[in-house]
């Protein structure tokens, strides 16, 4: 962890913002031309969980604390999404817009329990919120237990682009995650962003400045539970289903995983590690429950030779920030 604080605490120069601003370029164009390269399907579930990844980053890589519960706001809002499709009728837009908004209430109640805690305290609370979520979801009517929500109907978006059109759909979801993006760097970046950052260096001394840590620390689990529901009401718009995985604890460990893999505490890290974890489910499909295996190998692998991730040990390398 000693390691990812050097890189994530790298002064903010005129050459590190220019770096960054360079990488996000060539970031977006890659996405541009990457469906000429790549399926489509592939690249929306890997922008998804990369949108998922970078909130969960906001919360573990800037302000200290881990959550082992952020499968319940990105499955919840999941089910919201496919309910308010397939049952009320609603447009995509709104169907994601007020699923973003009810994964921000399940953070509100969520991080009014958990921030009280620190450590391995705050990380069980949530872990256990999220079981209890896990459980509801298998017993409520809406839900539809194991089977999940299927049949989801893409819709219009804004009543004028046809979602059922995979392109359509890709340059959507593309446009959801830049937005995404930039939204959490302006985050980091901003004078909350770096009483955040002061949080995870020194909560103690934060407080003795006349910071109220606490509220900061809900904001920000609130923010990065919104930005974690964004991802799953997507998803489960682009993949027509809304299921029990969605909202499981493994969910929450794979996000960790991508976290960890890309570069915690790093902007561009989790969008690298989820594209890594996704590529490696995807192509490694064929050794059954190998898949497993082979990922604990490589995780460990990336624990030993990269202790500060993909991105981290590049920008190290370049002494820059990214």
């Known amino acids: 962890m000693a390691s990812a604080t050097e890189t994530i605490t790298a002064p903010a ?7 960054e601003m360079i990488a996000f370029a060539i970031m977006a164009v890659f996405f541009v031309v990457a469906p000429a390269l790549m399926y489509p399907i592939f690249l929306m579930k890997a922008l998804c969980f990369a949108i998922f990844a970078c909130a969960f980053n906001l919360l573990i890589g800037y302000v200290g604390l881990l959550s082992f519960g952020h499968a319940l706001f990105f499955g919840w809002a999941a089910y919201f999404s496919a309910h308010m499709l397939k049952q ?18 399940l953070g509100i109640v969520a991080g009014a329990l958990a921030i009280r805690r620190q450590g391995i305290y705050f990380a069980m609370i949530t872990l256990a919120l999220a079981q209890m979520a896990f459980f509801f979801a298998v017993q ?3 839900t539809h237990g194991e089977d999940g929500i299927q049949g989801v109907h893409r819709g219009k978006l804004f009543g004028l682009f046809d979602l059922s059109n995979d ?18 760097y302006r985050i980091i970046y901003s004078p909350f962003g770096e009483v955040l950052k002061a949080i995870r260096e020194n909560e103690t001394r934060a407080i003795s400045l006349g910071y109220k840590t606490e509220r900061y620390k809900l904001l920000a689990f609130v923010l990065s539970a919104a930005l974690s529901g964004l991802a799953g009401a997507t998803k489960a718009v682009v993949f027509q289903l809304a299921s029990l ?3 499981h604890w493994t969910m929450s ?23 890594v974890i996704i590529a490696m489910q995807s192509y490694l499909a064929g050794f059954g429950q190998w898949v497993t295996v082979i990922q604990g190998l490589i995780f460990v692998a990336c624990v030993l030779l990269f202790r500060r991730g993909v991105i981290g040990e590049i920008a190290h390398f370049l002494k820059i920030r990214l």
């Open 13 to 19: 120069t005129p050459a590190n913002h220019r770096s």
């Open 88 to 105: 009320w009728g609603l447009t995509p837009e709104l169907a994601i817009i007020l699923s973003t908004i009810g994964a921000g209430g």
């Open 253 to 275: 460990g794979e996000v960790v995983l991508m976290t960890l893999v890309g570069g915690l505490g790093t902007v561009f890290g989790p969008v690298v590690g989820a594209f």
């Open 140 to 142: 409520a009517p809406f």
């Open 167 to 184: 392109m359509s759909m890709y340059f959507f979801v593309l446009a959801v995650f830049l937005g995404s993006f930039l939204l959490i």
């Open 245 to 247: 995985t969605d909202v």
